[in-house]
């Protein structure tokens, strides 16, 4: 199966101003994305699709392949569409979405979306991991739940499943999933995704995989088991960032 890797990056952060050019661990934020989706070797081929000269010329002089793309997009799920689009990447079975802003993205993660797709048979492929209930009271951590062969039913920044009587608490633990976000794609249905209209639900939670799932595109979730590092969208999350990736590049 040929698998092509898109890293969507530009310069427009408001939380994180020039994001994919702020330093971690001396290396610009997209240089150790790139750094860390081509030494995980779930793609064939990794790109960085951007609308900034200056991310062009930083990316292209440490060796990573580029991409100019549209400055007009809303979302990377647009930029990595029109990376797909190009004739010569035609041919591959799954186009994998990762943000510029995941340094930490696991192998594991990027292959369970990816399976979901080249082998799952679905539209979509993204990955999740079995969280503590703690998540559930805070709106910024998505939650999805899934039937038993992995087929997403729902994403929700709201406490999903919801615990009706306390009689059910052990039975919940196992369906409290946190959604990495992280997409594997067959070519046409992210084609279908970016051409479809902006959902209600999505509107209402902020959440773009509502789009294609309340449109009928399948999306299948991989659950994968290892702890969670968060990506970087705050001066606080890049200080942390920091100091953690030391123990996380020799762990």
Same mark, same amino acid.
């Given at each position: ?7 969507? /990056?530009? #310069? +427009? $952060? %408001? *939380? ?49 392949e580029v991409i100019m793309t549209s400055a007009s997009h ?34 594991? /993660?990027? #292959? +369970? $979306? %990816? *399976? ?25 951590v998505v939650k999805v739940v899934a039937a038993p062969d ?77 702890p969670v590092r968060p990506g970087i969208d705050t001066e ?16």
């Amino acid at each position: 199966m040929r698998t092509l890797a898109v890293i969507p /990056a530009r #310069l +427009g $952060a %408001t *939380r994180l101003p020039r994001k994919p050019l702020r330093l971690l661990a001396g290396l610009p934020l997209v240089l150790r994305v790139w750094q860390r989706v081509s030494e995980t070797a779930v793609a064939e081929r990794v790109v960085i699709a951007t609308d900034s000269d200056e991310v062009a010329a930083i990316a292209t002089a440490a060796g990573a392949e580029v991409i100019m793309t549209s400055a007009s997009h809303a979302s990377g799920t647009e930029r990595v569409a029109e990376v797909a689009r190009l004739p010569e990447f035609a041919t591959y079975d799954a186009i994998i979405n990762v943000q510029g802003d995941e340094p930490f993205v696991s192998r594991q /993660a990027l #292959l +369970g $979306a %990816t *399976r979901m797709v080249t082998d799952g048979g679905y539209g979509v492929g993204t990955a999740a991991v079995l969280a503590t209930p703690e998540i559930l009271g805070n709106p910024n951590v998505v939650k999805v739940v899934a039937a038993p062969d992995g087929r997403a039913m729902y994403f929700s920044r709201a406490a999903i499943p919801f615990l009706r009587s306390r009689d059910d608490a052990e039975l919940q633990r196992a369906y409290i999933w946190q959604h990495l976000g992280v997409y594997a794609y067959e070519w046409s249905a992210l084609m279908r995704w970016v051409d479809l209209p902006e959902s209600p639900l999505e509107q209402i939670e902020r959440l773009e995989q509502l789009r294609p799932l309340g449109a009928g595109i399948s999306i299948g979730v991989s659950l994968i088991d290892e702890p969670v590092r968060p990506g970087i969208d705050t001066e606080e999350d890049l200080a942390r960032a920091n100091r953690d990736w030391t123990a996380f590049t020799t762990g």
